[in-house]
């Protein structure tokens, strides 16, 4: 994970849906991102997809650092049709996930649509980030899910940009956490 890259990508994981995901993640947050996944998809697709959360989290994590000059606070929202989906993203330090996109229990080809608020749990906890998912409008359950994907990578770089003096932390109590 390069956070301060151009959007080039090398995406290999056995559940298309979410190589397709991460792929926005990489070229709309402008990061240059790698992921080669494996996972036990004879089984189903839901730990590949939660370790991959956990792993993009952590990534994230380790390539910001001290946090010092950080943006920090990221709010951004996306169109895809007729989806708007609206994602806030604070790196705070404090993992939470408030979700609140209304998808059915579906499948969108292989893919069970449940594994993306899976997805953004485990990269909230490993990157100690809190995010917010909230969808405006929509009907097509991809269209949803891609504007989603789409938002984050948009609140996500503008959160991890610094913008601020780099010799002190976006806090007033001076630590992140």
Known sequence: LDIDGTGEHDIVTPVP???HMLTQIARHGSFDLAV???????IDDHHTVEDVGLCLGAAFKAALGDRKGLERFGDRMAPLDEALV??????????YLMYALELPK????TFDVELVKEFYQAFSVK?????????????NLHHIIEASFKAFALA???????????DKLPSTKEHLD
């Not at 609206?86 to 330090?93: F, H, N, R, Y």
């Not at 579906?106 to 080809?109: S, V």
């Not at 990157?127 to 009907?139: C, F, I, K, L, P």
């Open 127 to 139: 990157a100690d980030a809190n995010v917010h998912v909230r969808q405006v409008t929509g009907d």
């Open 106 to 109: 579906a499948k969108l080809g």
């Open 156 to 166: 996500l770089r503008g959160a991890t940009r610094i913008t601020r003096s780099t």
């Open 86 to 95: 609206q994602v806030v993203i604070d790196l705070s330090g404090r993992p």
């Open 36 to 42: 080669h996944a494996t996972g036990d998809t004879e």
């Open 17 to 19: 849906f979410l190589s």
